[in-house]
Nanobody, 123 residues
Framework: QVQLVESGGGLVQAGGSLRLSCAAS????????MGWFRQAPGKERDIVAA????????YYADSVKGRFTISRDNAKNTVYLQMNSLKPEDTAVYYC????????????????WGQGTQVTVSS
């Protein structure tokens, strides 16, 4: 079992930045590929970014390429999502997730989920 706890969400003006963190409970965190997803009201949960267990492979949704950066610190059991140049359409609940398989963009591949953190971008 892996417990994931997100933090760092909040209210920010358009063009601003936020850094989300996701802390994992297990020392075996380094063996899990990690993903960040988001869900806006009335919409499906979509992939934002993902990172392989060593950090060598990353994936970004087209909507965030060049603005968001996913990274991980396996010594701290933490994955990050640096979000720059935020837009109102980035407003959503952001979730981190862990999979024991390879890096994936599909939510069903993920075994463990955090509780989510709200990001609100005002125009």
């Amino acid at each position: 079992q892996v417990q994931l706890v997100e933090s760092g969400g909040g209210l920010v003006q358009a063009g601003g930045s936020l850094r989300l963190s996701c802390a994992a409970s297990r020392r075996t965190f380094s063996t899990y590929a990690m993903g960040w997803f988001r869900q806006a009201p009335g919409k499906e949960r979509d992939i934002v970014a993902a990172i392989s267990w060593r950090g060598g492979n990353t994936y970004y949704a087209d909507s965030v390429k060049g603005r968001f950066t996913i990274s991980r610190d396996n010594a701290k059991n933490t994955v990050y999502l640096q979000m720059n140049s935020l837009k109102p359409e980035d407003t959503a609940v952001y979730y981190c997730a862990a999979t024991g398989g390879p890096i994936s963009t599909i939510s069903y591949d993920y075994d463990y989920w955090g509780q989510g953190t709200q990001v609100t971008v005002s125009s």
